[in-house]
């Protein structure tokens, strides 16, 4: 298993910004990409970036040119920059890793809120 821990999120004001981290351990052979997912109060969880080993990235089209997604590989630890935050950024932000799918173990995320 893999265990995912989040951290970095908190309330800020729109136009703001906020930088999240995330450390992968326990079983990381194989890793071939890392994400990070968002779930607003009643909607699915979205796909918001991913980063490949290679250092590929994709964007959802809603963060595109406001969010950044980073990855360390030697540390195992996917970061996403957010940028010009906007009251509908406001979710629980979620790291995963995906071999050969979506790893189906998520951490416990951690809060994002912008609002003034």
């Known amino acids: 298993q893999v265990q995912l821990v989040e951290s970095g999120g908190g309330l800020v004001q729109p136009g703001g910004s906020l930088r999240l981290s995330c450390a992968a351990s326990g079983n990381i052979f194989g890793i071939i990409a890392m994400g990070w997912f968002r779930q607003a109060p009643g909607k699915e969880r979205e796909l918001v970036a991913a980063v490949s080993s290679g250092g590929n990235t994709n964007y959802a089209d809603s963060v595109k040119g406001r969010f950044t997604i980073s990855r360390d590989n030697a540390k195992n630890t996917v970061y996403l920059q957010m940028n010009s935050l906007k009251p509908e950024d406001t979710a629980v932000y979620y790291c995963?890793?995906?071999?050969?799918?979506?790893?189906?173990?998520w951490g416990q995320g951690t809060q994002v809120t912008v609002s003034s």
């Open positions: 995963n890793v995906f071999r050969s799918t979506w790893n189906t173990n």
